[in-house]
């Protein structure tokens, strides 16, 4: 299986808080999976935890390499820009990943927040979702418990996976 890409300060171990969540489900693809990761507009639509998603100067609704975006999660008024935007082929993974920033000073929190969206054998799909963050808020995430990162990255990943399956069921209608 493949994993994450990590830029240069953000690698897991050596940041404040670190979190990472997977699911491997049968019966969806990575076809399945990513119109609804890579169009920050939907995730509102499946996922509690994101709110009031703007996209800057982009007519497009997929995120792409270079893109600004702003949106709410974890009471964190997130501005973002997307790093990496790879579309799942037959052989190859998915690949979604943007730094986020909210803060000055004391309050500054840094994210690196990826996705892996790979297609398995037996028609099954693996989704990780991983994120690195840095700055005593990251710290105080760290040490929160339970932990929201985890709990609210689980529920992503559940909201994906049942907004995916319900796509899927309405275009065989």
């Known amino acids: 299986m493949n994993e994450i890409i990590w830029p240069e ?22 076809s399945d999976i990513w119109p609804l990761l890579s169009q920050a507009a939907k995730w509102p ?3 509690s935890n994101s709110a009031n998603v703007i996209c800057y100067d ?3 609704p997929h995120l792409k390499v270079g893109m600004r975006f702003y949106f709410e999660t ?26 986020g920033w909210a803060g000055e000073g004391d309050t500054r929190l840094d994210v690196h927040h990826a996705w892996l969206i790979e297609d398995l054998s ?18 105080e995430l760290a ?24 796509a899927k069921e309405a275009s065989q209608v």
């Not at 940041?15 to 491997?24: A, G, H, L, P």
């Open 58 to 60: 982009h007519a497009e």
């Open 74 to 99: 974890f009471g964190f008024p997130v501005e973002a820009q997307c790093n990496e935007h790879i579309p799942p082929t037959s052989s190859s993974p998915g690949r979604i990943a943007w730094h």
């Open 122 to 139: 037996q028609g099954r799909v693996r989704m990780l979702t991983q994120e690195t963050q840095k700055g005593k808020p990251a710290l």
């Open 9 to 30: 300060g953000y690698l897991p171990g050596l940041t404040e808080d670190f979190v990472s969540n997977e699911v491997i489900v049968a019966g969806l693809t990575a």
């Open 45 to 47: 639509t499946y996922y």
């Open 143 to 166: 040490h929160a418990k339970p932990n929201p990162m985890i709990n609210g990255h689980q529920d992503w990943l559940d909201g994906l996976v049942n907004a995916a399956r319900e």
